[in-house]
């Protein structure tokens, strides 16, 4: 299990210590009880937009980019952002301006990068399955690199490639069968579950994609889970790359230019000390730089996490068994990484009020008991209509929302340099029955 995050909810709540790096890293300071992004009050978005809304910091977005992009400086490298993290357009904005990739995983999220001026052979296609009309859409729109997790999926992307008579990059991705310490739902580069091609059977494949006409092996990736804290197991999962690619080249295929070492780098929720990207370069480098390969890396949560956090307002507090309830307007349709995973994602006001603490849970209007934002959370007592800010909502926050209990889904608003945008407006009753008869 990753430390703290996503164990169990956790009872208690973070240290003034931990509190003061969860701001640091969201780019958040207090000026005289306010919090305040980029010279921009919460307080303000929340009096305009209304609540619950995700609210995100390009500069921190920037600040961690180049963060990972001086990291890996010293070996040629790519940095695609993986859409899936936070897909709104007005982010993947600031990732097209700083030069950054896109790794997809669906036609939506082709169409997105494209949207936002990616350029299309910045463009990575991941995933587990792809439909043929969505291999056919990314071959016409040019799509850089394609992935691949099987041999239906390369048959289905050779077939696109002839019809369109373009020649296609293609990685594939490998199961390196190492177990990371994270949350079983997102630990995904173990044997025995459906990513990546286990590696025995990546050498026919290869054979395959390097007799095509149309095909250009190129990438050998690999994505071991997300919110990965310690460097370890990207070694490993480096050495079997690299042992991969020689036992391959013995086979006389010597097409492979890059390796794609994957997303996953864990961020601080609560008292995580995060994988800095300067000490996974610090372990894996050495290797990858020997092997003269372009280094691709694929995160999200690292990028886009601490940059987002979600505004919401207290509706109500209630006192029930024994508990005390918190009550807001942002539910599990908005955040459901507390109740999917027990996600610890820090709350705190708006406005300090400077009352005292009390243990609450804070919860959401939907009708579900695991719908929480937090369990057994010391805060300060809180009034009705006073805003709540949930930290760490950059990446897996809205994109993972839902319309259910037919709530309309939050509003999106992009701080940059000292002004803020409506990047999404909030749902509308109308989004919600659009498309029914
Ligand atoms: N590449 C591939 C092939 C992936 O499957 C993923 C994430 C990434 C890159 C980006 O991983 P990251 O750098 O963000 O860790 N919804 C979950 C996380 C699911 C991650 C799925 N794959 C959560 O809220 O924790």
Partial sequence: MGQGVLSPAAPVGATAEERAALLEDAGLVRHGGALVLDGIPLAEIAATVGTPTYVYSAAVIRRRYAELDAALAPVPHRIAFAVKANSSRAVLRVFRDLGAGADIVSGGEMRRALMAGFPADRI????VGK????????VAAGVGHVHLESTTELDSLAAAAARHRRTVRVGIRVNPDITADTHPYI???QGGIKFGVPFDQVLPLAREVAQNEWLELDTIAMHL????????????????????VAELERAGIDSVTALDIGGGLGIRYRSETPLAPADLARVVLPQLAASGKTV?????????????????????????GGKEFVIVDAGMNDLVRPSHYQAYHDIVEVEESGRPQHTVDVVGPVCETGDFLALDRPLPVVEGGEHLAVLGAGAYGFVMSSNYNSRPRAAEVMVDGGSYTIARRRETFDDLIRGEE
Avoid: I, N
């Fill in 124 to 127: 990575v296609f991941s995933g």
């Fill in 131 to 138: 439909t043929d009309a969505e291999l056919d859409d990314a």
């Fill in 187 to 189: 630990s995904t580069g």
């Fill in 225 to 244: 889970g997300s919110q990965l804290l310690q460097s370890a197991p990207y070694q490993k999962g480096v050495a079997r790359l690299l042992d991969l």
């Fill in 296 to 320: 691709v890396m694929e995160p999200g949560r690292y990028l886009a996490g601490p940059a987002g956090v979600l505004l919401t307002t207290v509706l109500a507090r209630k006192h029930s």
